[in-house]
């Protein structure tokens, strides 16, 4: 069981908005005692990103997006800038495992909170710092948002319609997807960073960039620039390396077709009862359907609109052809399967009541489905239990 795994790991969270509050969520979900630290008035840029909003009993509010990233956290709120602010910061650092903070490069270091500073008071700790563009190089000491990386790493250069289509031009993803992944590479380093300690007892510096991320995140996309020199093309729903596999429109909707391999397509070419579409030269193999995919795509929207999706689809899981449905996120969570698996599940807030929270995936033993963690906390409400916040 993973829920405890890091029972006994304390971490200083110093991080803000996504990247870093998500990685140190997880540390939570793995059983870390996390401190999230937070400017005593304004608190997490992301409390004020609503509405939506929680609303307590006695006026207060929590936004669904801070929600979303800081259960089982306990906050406290200091100002690093003041002495008693960064005295309490140096007290928790001193006794921590982990610091994960996303200032920009130099900020800490005026104020000694800085990973050489810290490490001469706590050897063994891991000071992770995730920034937009890293502690070094031409750009270091510039700010910057999700949204402006998926645009300078290329994501957004392919994601899209393709030109001459209805509504072509560039597309963020509809979440922030470079923050997000940023947080997961920061948990799977500093699980590492704790690894390494074990046979060293040393701990480490992390420089994590936003922008690196967004590179690495380009996957295939990136690999097949570097290896054909061509920019990839916005393709809209299609995949850029494997045919069909893209949204059809049916007779009453959409639906995903996702063929990964020829066998798959033939089988999909026997529930269209269109078997000749397999045998033909321009389709037989995927790097075939690839080079005549405009000539493909219309022999299959063509079939697509006469059944509707429930005819499709009891063909398709008949034949075992692998296709998806799109979902509305209220259909989402009142899935059989999503219910099954409890990623939506709620826990209590003593000033906010019921608090609705998705579960961590990594979670996934049957017993550990039932979130064990404390819901995302007001702001300091837990100052009086960290000396020597007040007496």
Not at 20 to 36: F, R
Not at 118 to 147: C, H, V, W
Not at 259 to 270: M, T
Request: aromatic share 8%.
């Amino acid at each position: 069981m993973l829920k405890n795994a890091l029972a006994g790991i304390k971490v200083l969270d110093l991080s803000r908005i996504l990247a870093g509050p998500w990685c140190t969520q997880n540390l939570a979900d793995l059983g870390a005692d996390v401190t999230k630290v937070e400017h005593p008035d304004r608190g997490d840029d992301t409390r004020g990103w609503g509405p939506p909003y929680l609303e307590g009993e006695d006026g207060q509010k929590m936004s669904a997006y801070f929600a979303s990233c800081n259960r089982g956290k306990r906050s406290v709120g200091a100002d690093f800038s003041t002495a008693a602010g960064k005295d309490l910061i140096l007290s928790l650092a001193k006794e921590s495992d982990i610091l994960v903070e996303n200032y920009k490069p130099g900020t800490l270091v005026r104020y000694g909170l800085d990973y050489p500073t810290l490490a001469k008071e706590n050897p063994r700790l891991i000071y992770i710092s995730i920034t937009g563009f890293g502690q070094d190089g031409p750009m270091s000491d510039k700010p910057g948002y999700d949204y402006v990386f998926q645009g300078m790493g290329g994501l957004m250069s392919y994601t899209g319609h393709s030109d001459g289509m209805a509504g072509a031009g560039p597309l963020r993803t509809g979440v922030a997807v470079v923050d997000i992944t940023t947080g997961m590479y920061a948990t799977a380093a500093v699980l590492a960073a704790l690894y390494q300690r074990e046979r060293t007892g040393e701990g480490t510096f992390i420089d994590l960039a936003l922008l690196d991320v967004a590179v690495a995140l380009n996957a295939n996309q990136g690999a097949n620039y570097l290896i054909s020199g061509v920019n990839p093309p916005r393709s809209g729903n299609a995949h850029p390396n494997c045919a069909p596999y893209e949204v059809f429109r049916c007779a009453d909707g959409h639906l995903i077709l996702a063929i990964g391999n020829d066998s798959q397509f033939q089988h999909f070419c026997d529930v269209a009862g269109m078997p000749a579409w397999a045998k033909d030269a321009r389709f037989s193999t995927n790097s075939q359907r690839i080079s005549n995919l405009p000539a493909l795509r219309q022999l299959l929207a063509d079939v697509f609109v006469t059944r509707s999706r429930q005819s499709w689809s009891e063909s398709f899981d008949a034949a075992g052809v692998p296709w998806g449905p799109i979902n509305t996120l209220d259909q989402v969570f009142t899935h059989p399967q999503v219910q099954h698996r409890r990623m939506m599940q709620h826990v209590p807030h003593p000033i906010m009541g019921s608090v609705p929270l998705v579960r961590n995936p990594m979670l996934s033993d049957e017993k550990e489905r039932t979130l064990s963690v404390a819901a995302p906390p007001l702001l300091g409400e837990h100052d009086c239990s960290i000396a020597p916040v007040c007496d």
